[in-house]
């Protein structure tokens, strides 16, 4: 039986406390122009190649932050990444785990994951 259902990712949405705040952080440790739109107040869609990301300051709540990365970011070099993140003062949550992966929180405390590719 078919399903129509895509067996595909769109998007994923973070929620985040501070729309402005929140592109802004992200944009930076992306390495991304913070020059995109907020739609409708609240909506920061991040230019990203791949799956999608949107900061949402709408369904914030410290209840909704994520506990656990629900996804993680590809980098090349995870002790670059480590260094790098560190250097801008971000949380990390974890040291690198089997020279693969790590964590970090966003300013919202958000748990995300940096993953070797």
Not at 58 to 67: A, D, G, H, L
Not at 76 to 101: C, M, R, W
């Amino acid at each position: 039986m078919t399903s129509p259902i895509l067996n595909q990712i769109g998007t994923v949405f973070i929620p985040v406390s501070d729309i402005e705040k929140a592109r802004n952080w992200y944009c930076d440790i992306l390495a991304l122009e913070a020059d995109g739109e907020i739609l409708f107040g609240h909506l920061y869609i991040l230019p990203m190649k791949g799956i999608g990301i949107v900061l949402d300051s709408k369904i914030y709540s410290e209840e909704n932050t994520i506990k656990t990365p629900l996804f993680h970011f590809n980098s090349e070099n995870i002790e670059e990444a480590y260094s790098f993140l560190l250097k801008k003062g971000v949380p990390i949550t974890s040291e690198i785990q089997h020279d693969h992966y790590f964590t970090i929180k966003d300013p919202d405390g958000n748990q995300l994951m940096i993953c070797k590719c």
